[in-house]
């Protein structure tokens, strides 16, 4: 079974914690569409990964068995002491590149997306990593460290961040000083001049140190979060896409050949002069940013709420089916497509898009048609009864409302 299933209790366990802790602090740290886009992209991260993360694990095993130069014993303490280290080491590189190279970069923003710091952040996940992800690791497989210990240290790695994502830890001394922590984190996802591409360390902050990226979080100089050009929708779909779209629109009209190609490699923002002439990019103000907002009645809320629960309560149980891609049978990927296409509509009818309360109502439907012609003819009102409320309920994109960023 995929690990990840039995980390989905900790995960949501955490995140009751931490709203608890900071409701008794009189803090409100979570806001219910930016919730559902950042976790609802977390479960289709996951379920694409089904599909997609065999690509890069396929790619390493065969460089292990191609180009290893020595092969290292997976039974071995210090093999997975130094196989952690090492795969920490380029984690900082495959993060710090995902700052500077443009189309590294079109993959990672999904996770600076969200316009606050929690632990829902966290499970932000991109679906695109995998196209270039896995050059950054393949020095482990031409050491010799056994895909199953690699597969292991980069779970842990990556389960190893989830806490620091979280306002509510404050900062931890000589912890600090050595290790990616809540207070380093949070500068690295800061858009403000001080804090912007600084603290890319996985578990180690001590790369940053070593090579000139480490930026130390200031009470004088209030982190605000999210991108410097928002996103500013709950669209899951789109919030992989915009990067990209955008890198290949200018790609196809620049007139210079070689700009066509550099766009991808170069940093974010980077325009190719004849564009930067005709269309130059507004001046980053972050006085001006204002988080994105959409109003959501009571009853819409709670309908929300409660559907996104059920939503990742259904993409959860896609995971545990899936014992080794792909998924069972023709109807388990209709599954995993259903559970991905709901979270979508959800997500724009949340943002008040008009066609989105049709398209959450049909997506509902079909489960209603499913659980007939499976059997399970007894939950179907469930889905018919949401379908309906959908529909009443969905919210106007005119009641949306906007809130100054860093409040």
């Known amino acids: 079974m995929n690990p990840i299933v039995y980390a989905i209790p900790v995960f949501f366990g955490l995140i009751a914690l931490e709203y608890a802790i900071a409701r008794a602090r009189g803090r409100h740290v979570y806001r219910l569409g930016d919730t559902i886009n950042s976790i609802g992209l977390g479960a289709i991260s996951q379920i694409s990964g089904l ?5 890069g694990l396929g790619v390493y095993t065969l460089a292990h068995q191609s180009l290893a130069l020595w092969p290292l014993p997976a039974d071995a303490w210090w093999v997975w002491v130094f196989a952690l280290l090492f795969y920490d080491f380029q984690y900082y590189w495959h993060h710090r590149m995902g700052h500077e190279v443009g189309v590294l970069w079109a993959a ?20 695109t990593g995998f196209l270039f992800g896995w050059i ?10 056994p895909p199953l210990v690699f597969g292991v240290v980069a779970l842990m790695d990556l389960l190893y961040q ?19 922590s809540p207070s380093n984190h949070r500068v690295h996802h800061a858009v403000n001049d001080r804090y912007v591409d600084k603290n890319y360390g996985g578990i180690l902050i001590l790369w940053d140190r070593i090579f000139g990226t480490f930026e130390d979080e200031r009470v004088d100089d209030k982190v ?4 410097r050009k928002p996103l500013r929708s709950h669209d899951p779909l789109w919030a ?9 629109r200018m790609s196809w009209r620049t007139r210079n050949v070689i700009d066509k190609l550099r766009v991808w490699l170069k940093p974010p923002g980077w325009q190719p002069p004849d564009l930067a ?27 929300a709420g409660l559907l996104f629960v059920a939503l990742i309560g259904a993409g959860t149980h896609v995971l545990a089916l899936n014992a ?27 943002e008040g898009w008009p066609p989105a309360a049709a398209c959450l109502a049909v997506a509902l439907l079909l489960a209603v048609a499913t659980l007939v012609w499976a059997g399970t003819w007894w939950l179907a009102p469930l889905p018919a009864l949401s379908a309906g409320v959908a529909w009443r309920l969905a919210p106007r994109r005119s009641a949306a409302r906007v809130q100054r960023a860093g409040v």
């Open 51 to 55: 599909y997609l993360r065999v690509l």
């Open 108 to 127: 990672h923003v999904v996770h600076h997306q969200s316009e606050d710091y929690n632990l829902g952040t966290a499970l932000r996940q991109s679906s």
């Open 136 to 145: 950054f690791y393949l020095p482990l497989a031409i050491a010799g460290i």
């Open 162 to 180: 989830y806490w620091i994502h979280t306002e509510q830890v404050g900062r931890l001394g000589w912890f600090d000083r050595v290790f990616a």
């Open 224 to 227: 605000v979060y999210g991108t």
């Open 240 to 248: 992989n896409l915009e990067v990209y779209v955008a890198l290949a």
């Open 277 to 303: 002439a005709s269309e130059p990019h507004p001046p980053f103000r972050i006085e001006a940013l204002r988080k994105y907002d959409p109003a959501l009645g009571a009853g819409a809320s709670v309908f």
């Open 324 to 350: 080794g891609p792909p998924l069972p049978g023709v109807s388990g990927h209709a599954y995993a497509g259903w559970v991905v296409t709901t979270l979508w509509a959800l997500g724009r009818w949340t």
